[in-house]
């Protein structure tokens, strides 16, 4: 089985390069040739050479090796991760000592026994992937603290639920954190989609390695494949220095892409192409750059539909989609409130260094309320009564009031049954008994927040975490 390299012999001497190309090729998947040394830089910009064998003179009766040294460092200046191995018929014990310390890997006198040719481009071999793997390490270290830097968010919370719905998820989660396999996280706004992300990387092989996320519905078309696939300095007009991309980045770890339906579709085929080849080639450079990732994306979007309006390729749908994670909303977990607050009144208690309470009671409410925020309005909820309450209980208008009406706040606040959704013109159909069936506590908070919001589509999506164009297939569903 031939080695994955690619080797490159410079030499003026047809012959010799001949000899050396039949040998190589045996053992190597790719031996190139050269005869003129001033071809080395187109042909290293095209080429992922690993290691090359260069002649130190290439002018007849020229013995002094000076040549080699000159184009030595040029390779050096082109790419430090190639290992050069200098060859010449004019050795002496000198010149292989000022080779090495001018940055050569080996020296190597001609004629050449093939073994010893053999074991010399062996180790030379070796010597430029540590040079390779030190480089993107370096590489990668600096791009982390500059992304790091830039990143004020505390430590990911801890992904909580014992209701049936989230247990669900967690055993997936189990299963599929164990695999390289492309995640999708689906759910409504504020279920907890980057929560879920880092439990992935958290239980998986590469929770070693670096957790690197991107927001692709933050960034600008023109900036995210810079920000994806990096960019050399001068690529374009702010370019100022070379930017490491979160592909090269999350290297031997996890890259969470949120909001991945919001990718144009110029970048959804340069995304395909990476995640097909597991390269990138950075703007403004000449060589890709291989990269060994676990994928996860999020999205509150439904992408069949978007792959139906033709925003979206079916490809890519079908790469990054291998195992589907859908995060239920709180309303569907209504059971987990008391969980939920319980951790968020002790993780903003500490913060704010307040302790504060919740009546069974008052747990009662909040089961009763339909959080269309999800688990998001949840936490700011409590975080805010943390705030502003002095002592004892907090008010359940400090709680959700600023988002319903009066009416609806003040049956909501003699509630006791759970789980059951904010009266409204439904209010008839709604029996004394609890109410479980989750299209009816579906149907109702719609109507719930058409009637808060007048009617007003957009706000009411906005409020119930859905598409303008998810809360339309539910109105036309329910027949409002």
Not at 41 to 57: K, P, Y
Not at 182 to 205: D, F, V
Not at 390 to 395: I, K, L, R
Request: charge should be negative; hydrophobic fraction near 45%; glycine fraction near 6%.
């Amino acid at each position: 089985m031939k080695h994955a390299a690619t080797l490159l012999i410079v030499d003026d001497n047809a012959d010799v390069l001949l000899a050396a190309r039949l040998l190589l090729k045996q053992h190597y998947q790719q031996v190139l040739t050269l005869q003129d040394p001033f071809a080395l830089e187109s042909t290293l910009a095209a080429e992922a050479v690993d290691v090359v064998l260069l002649d130190m003179n290439f002018h007849r009766d020229a013995i002094s090796g000076q040549e080699g040294f000159y184009w030595l460092k040029k390779i050096q200046s082109l790419d430090p991760s190639i290992a050069v191995i200098l060859m010449t018929a004019y050795s002496d014990v000198h010149l292989a000592v000022e080779a090495i310390k001018c940055g050569a890997t080996d020296f190597m006198p001609k004629p050449w026994q093939n073994d010893q040719l053999l074991t010399t481009v062996a180790t030379a071999c070796a010597h430029a992937q540590d040079k390779k793997a030190l480089g993107q390490l370096s590489r990668q270290a600096k791009g982390l603290s500059q992304v790091l830097a830039g990143d004020h968010r505390a430590n990911a919370q801890p992904l909580l639920g014992q209701s049936a719905a989230m247990q669900q998820v967690l055993a997936i989660i189990e299963k599929a954190a164990q695999t390289d396999a492309n995640i999708l996280i689906t759910g409504e706004s504020g279920t907890g989609k980057e929560l879920t992300a880092h439990a992935i990387h958290q239980q998986s092989l590469r929770a070693n390695g670096p957790f690197i996320g991107l927001d692709m519905g933050a960034l600008a078309g023109s900036l995210l494949e810079s920000e994806l696939f990096g960019h050399k300095k001068g690529a374009f007009t702010d370019a100022r220095a070379d930017r490491i991309g979160r592909f090269e980045l999350a290297h031997q770890g996890s890259l969470f892409l949120d909001e991945i339906g919001n990718l144009p579709l110029e970048q959804q085929v340069k995304l395909l192409a990476a995640l097909q080849n597991r390269q990138v080639t950075p703007l403004g450079a000449d060589k890709p750059v291989p990269v060994d990732i676990r994928l996860i994306c999020a999205t509150n979007e439904a992408l069949p539909q978007a792959v139906a309006a033709g925003r979206f390729r079916q490809d890519l749908l079908y790469r990054i989609n291998t195992i589907e994670v859908r995060l239920p909303s709180l309303r569907e977990r209504l059971d987990d409130i008391p969980l939920l607050v319980d951790h968020y009144l002790q993780h903003f208690g500490r913060k704010y260094k307040k302790e504060l309470r919740f009546s069974p009671a008052l747990l009662a409410q909040l089961q009763c309320y339909p959080w269309p925020g999800n688990i998001r309005e949840l936490a700011h909820a409590i975080e805010r009564a943390v705030i502003l309450t002095d002592g004892g209980e907090p008010d359940l208008a400090l709680l959700i009031g600023n988002t319903v009406s009066a009416g609806d706040l003040a049956t909501l606040a003699q509630s006791t049954i759970q789980p059951q959704v904010l009266p409204d013109s439904a209010a008839a159909e709604h029996s004394a008994e609890p109410l479980f069936n989750l299209e009816q506590v579906e149907h109702q908070t719609i109507l719930a927040a058409l009637k808060h919001f007048q009617g007003n589509v957009s706000h009411a999506a906005k409020a119930l975490g859905l598409t303008r164009g998810a809360l339309y297939r539910r109105l036309e569903k329910y027949g409002l």
